[in-house]
């Protein structure tokens, strides 16, 4: 009889221990479950976020691509080391434009191949490289009223540099009359 009470008694025992473990994983579940869904949401966020901004500074380099120099395409061609810094391919091909674009030595064709080079590396990190083939990256509609108007607005931030810095009008400097006669000697 005893042997029975005894082990009615640790039954007992042991269907309390179990009714608590279920009480507080009853209580805890959708507690850990709103954790989880709520992390998995953040990284699920970041990683759609990071795509946008690489697709952004992507599209910004290809919309310049015909003059690299404007301010738009030098931001985004500075954002590359953030929004590609876990793509070597792209860091190397940006390295390698960079390398380029610095040293007046090197033709202006090796400084259009790089920049291929590194829009290719962009695309295919954004899982465009199936659809864009290289000569693509070349393929620049430019109209010679737009090209026309920068190269105006170049000259008179040229013109007034000069101005600023005190040199005088380069009209006068490549031996064409000016309105004012030459200095006594």
Not at 21 to 34: E, K, N, V
Not at 109 to 123: D, G, I, P, T
């Amino acid at each position: 009889m005893t042997w029975s009470l005894d082990w009615s008694a640790t039954s007992a025992c042991l269907s309390a221990i179990a009714a608590t473990a279920a009480a507080i994983a009853t209580w805890r579940a959708p507690i850990s479950a709103a954790r989880i869904a709520e992390n998995l949401r953040r990284q699920g966020d970041t990683v759609v976020e990071r795509n946008r901004f690489r697709l952004t500074v992507f599209a910004q380099v290809m919309q310049g691509r015909a003059e690299i120099w404007s301010e738009e395409t030098v931001r985004a061609i500075n954002s590359i080391d953030v929004a590609f810094n876990d793509v070597p391919p792209v860091r190397e091909a940006w390295a390698e434009l960079f390398q380029a674009l610095s040293s007046p030595e090197i033709a202006i064709h090796v400084r259009e191949e790089r920049l291929r080079k590194l829009l290719k590396e962009m695309s295919i990190s954004l899982g465009l490289a199936d659809t864009l083939r290289l000569d693509d990256f070349a393929r620049v509609y430019f109209p010679t009223a737009v090209q026309e108007e920068r190269q105006v607005r170049d000259l008179q931030r040229r013109a007034d540099l000069r101005k600023l810095m005190g040199d005088p009008p380069a009209a006068d400097q490549k031996g064409v009359a000016s309105k004012w006669p030459e200095a006594p000697a």
